[in-house]
């Protein structure tokens, strides 16, 4: 991968994590741009791979906060996600070893006794912190009011899915991708789920609903 060093000899303001997990600036000595990926890097380097505290932001909007080491994520870091969650680990050369993600509203997933939305208690999480609203003017997903979803596409969790193009878009309409094969079998099933029952709520689709 080659990197287009644009801030060489200058000291370059770049957000970092702090002891503490919050957010504070550092003066890095240098940034770089990733020209193959789309993706932007801020920090320092060594050797010409990204190594200390940096700021890593993919081309969809993703942005990783925290310590690198060999031009790979390694160290305590979060992964900062368009929608509003956030992933907190820390990592070894590139792979989580532990972390915990955290979702726009507050609400922390488990990996196990999740029970958030199960067959016992299907209220949405802001139900759960605000209460129910008045009956007739129920919450149909769990940000209120909802988002406006363009005719014929659904939410799918960091955008708007457009089946006829087959392309996902954020939240403001701007291309993200092409739907992977993959990605686009699992839109198209849970598609046909989301007609049938009109709102799926699971813990990595939890506003995805379909107009």
Known sequence: MRMR?????????????????GVAMATAPRS?????TGSRFCGSTERGRMEGWGSYTLPTGTEYLGELRDGAFHGRGALLFPGGGTFRAVWHRGV???????????LEYAAERWDYCDGYDRRFYTEICSGLRPAGISQLTNLDPPRKIPEGCFDCGDGFYNPNTRTVTDYELRFLRNAVFLEDRTLHF???????FCCLETPFFRNFTIC
Do not use: H
């Open 190 to 196: 849970q598609r046909a789920t989301v007609e049938q």
């Open 96 to 106: 989580p070893a532990e972390g915990k993600f955290t979702f726009a509203d507050g």
């Open 5 to 21: 060093r644009c801030g060489e000899g200058r000291g370059v303001a770049c957000p970092r994590l702090s002891p503490g997990g």
């Open 32 to 36: 770089a741009a990733m020209e193959v």
